[in-house]
Each structure stands twice: as structure tokens, then as C-alpha cells.
């Protein structure tokens, strides 16, 4: 486990915020200097802790504005590899989650309209090894990043 203070769980929110705030804005909050926050985010980038910075997209206004998720299952002896290879054919899922149980995974899917979602379905399900799907639409989310 990392060492992490407070300090650093403070700057790590206001990144999660707003991952273009300034180093001068984030020092102010913080009560230290523009280089000590400097230095504290680079440290905080070399052990891994932060791992990138995004872009946060409104899908809606790009004409994707159907979110979804489908539990998918498959053949006993499908590799997570070959999951994540199913997936990654496929540009409307946005993610994979290998999980334990049944279904095998869990794919977010973003697509146009319902006859768009029924086409990805389709199409997951040609996949060879897809035994089964349930797919679950999104009303609303929230998130704590």
C-alpha cells in the first residue's frame, strides 16, 4: 500500500474534480507551496497512484446517449483473455469486468438507440462462446471517483 497522507487524499480529490486545476490553485487549497504540490503529484504519478489524466465526455450530445450493461455468459472454458478479446472487437462496449459467478462478465455498453443496442447484443452473441445475456439499461448513475 502506498504511503499517502491526507495531504495527498486532498490533492487526489481536487485532481478527480477538475484533473486541469493548476498547481497554484490546488496549493492555495492546501495550505503549501506551488513546488511542494509539484513535487507531491509527480511523486504520487511515480508509485502509480495516479495512473493518467482523462477527458470526462457528455455521450448524450455526441449522439451515444443509450448507456447499458449485459451480463454475459459463457462457455466453461473461455479464457478471460478470450473475453476481453470479445470486447475489445465490439467499439460500443466502453468496458469489461471479469467477474466471479454467474454471468462470467459484465460489459457497459454505449450505444445510439435500442435497434443500435440490439445490434451489439446480436453481435456479442455471434461471438462463438456467448452461451447468454441479460442486458440491464441505464436510467441515471452517479459515480464517487
Known amino acids: 500500500m502506498a504511503d499517502v497522507d491526507e495531504t495527498d ?3 487526489l480529490r481536487l485532481l478527480r474534480e477538475d484533473g486541469r486545476r493548476t498547481y497554484s490553485e490546488m496549493a492555495r487549497d492546501v495550505g ?3 513546488a511542494a504540490v509539484k513535487r507531491r503529484v509527480d511523486r504520487l504519478r511515480d508509485i502509480g497512484v495516479i495512473t ?3 477527458v470526462q465526455v457528455d455521450h448524450t450530445k455526441l449522439g451515444w446517449g443509450i448507456e447499458a450493461f449485459t451480463e454475459v455468459r459463457y462457455v466453461g472454458t473461455t479464457s478471460v483473455g478470450e473475453i476481453v478479446h470479445t470486447a475489445a472487437g465490439i467499439p460500443e462496449v466502453q468496458a469489461v469486468f471479469t467477474i466471479a ?3 462470467d462478465a459484465l460489459f457497459r455498453v454505449r450505444v445510439r ?3 443500435h443496442l440490439q445490434d451489439v447484443i446480436d453481435q456479442l452473441r455471434r ?3 456467448v452461451t447468454g445475456t441479460k442486458t440491464l439499461m441505464v ?3 452517479w459515480a464517487r471517483e
Do not use: E, Y
Request: glycine fraction near 24%; charged fraction near 10%.
Open 32 to 34: 503549501l507551496s506551488v
Open 113 to 115: 438507440d435500442i435497434g
Open 139 to 141: 436510467l441515471g448513475s
Open 101 to 103: 459467478g454467474d454471468p
Open 127 to 129: 461471438s462463438g462462446t
Open 52 to 54: 493518467g489524466f482523462t
Open 9 to 11: 487524499h486532498t490533492l
